[in-house]
T-cell receptor
Framework: DVKVTQSSRYLVKRTGEKVFLECVQD?????MFWYRQDPGLGLRLIYF???????EKGDIPEGYSVSREKKERFSLILESASTNQTSMYLC??????????????FGNGTRLTVT | QKEVEQDPGPLSVPEGAIVSLNCTYS??????FMWYRQYSRKGPELLMY????GNKEDGRFTAQVDKSSKYISLFIRDSQPSDSATYLC???????????FGGGTRLMVKP
């Protein structure tokens, strides 16, 4: 079974702090994604990566950056956390291919609170 | 207006009921349609996948796409308490990476 592991289930940070959210997958997937999930807004894509050191902006990249130095690990960075970044963050991965053959595999999420 | 609209619920039904979950969308270019199920404290998991219009059945679940009305549905027959979860529709234009998600509908099936 594919496993996508997010390092923290809950995080509480202060405004202005630099925050790192870590995600590791164990199935050698090329593609990795960071989403945030807010009530009523669904999942919104922040960034994705289709290979090591490659990244693409999603729908809401402002205030975030990412790092992918190794294939299995994809980090989301909040350079200076703000209260409007309080949210549930979901990491996902999938191999190259069509959605039918290779659905997104999600981690269980990190609930970040910025005070 | 959001590209994909979904009633947030909660939708509460008795065990054994037929459940209908729906999404409407505004962009006729969407071709690939998915339903994800998300249990509490878990990440979403793919439940159903359809391409273009038509129906697809998998056990107690049927996914239906009506592109002319820009409307997709997920039907659950003989609903069980274990079906209690949030159901997210998702869609995209082509075989690329970008999915657009609805806001999710929370379903509660009461024994």
């Amino acid at each position: 079974d594919v496993k996508v592991t997010q390092s923290s289930r809950y995080l509480v940070k202060r405004t202005g702090e630099k925050v790192f959210l870590e995600c590791v997958q164990d199935m050698d997937h090329e593609n990795m994604f960071w989403y945030r999930q807010d009530p009523g807004l669904g999942l919104r894509l922040i960034y994705f990566s289709y290979d090591v050191k490659m990244k693409e902006k999603g729908d809401i990249p402002e205030g975030y950056s990412v790092s992918r130095e190794k294939k299995e690990r994809f980090s989301l960075i909040l350079e200076s956390a703000s209260t409007n970044q309080t949210s549930m963050y979901l990491c996902a991965s999938r191999p190259r291919g069509r959605e039918y053959d290779s659905p997104l595999h999600f981690g269980n999420g990190t609930r970040l609170t910025v005070t | 207006q959001k590209e994909v609209e979904q009633d947030p619920g909660p939708l509460s039904v008795p065990e054994g009921a037929i459940v209908s979950l729906n999404c409407t969308y505004s962009n006729s270019a969407f071709q690939y349609f998915m339903w994800y199920r998300q249990y509490s404290r878990k990440g979403p998991e793919l439940l159903m996948y359809t391409y273009s219009s038509g129906n697809k059945e998998d056990g107690r679940f049927t996914a239906q796409v009506d592109k002319s009305s820009k409307y997709i549905s997920l039907f659950i027959r003989d609903s069980q308490p274990s079906d209690s979860a949030t159901y997210l529709c998702a869609m995209r234009y082509n075989a690329g990476n970008m999915l657009t998600f609805g806001g999710g509908t929370r379903l509660m099936v009461k024994p």
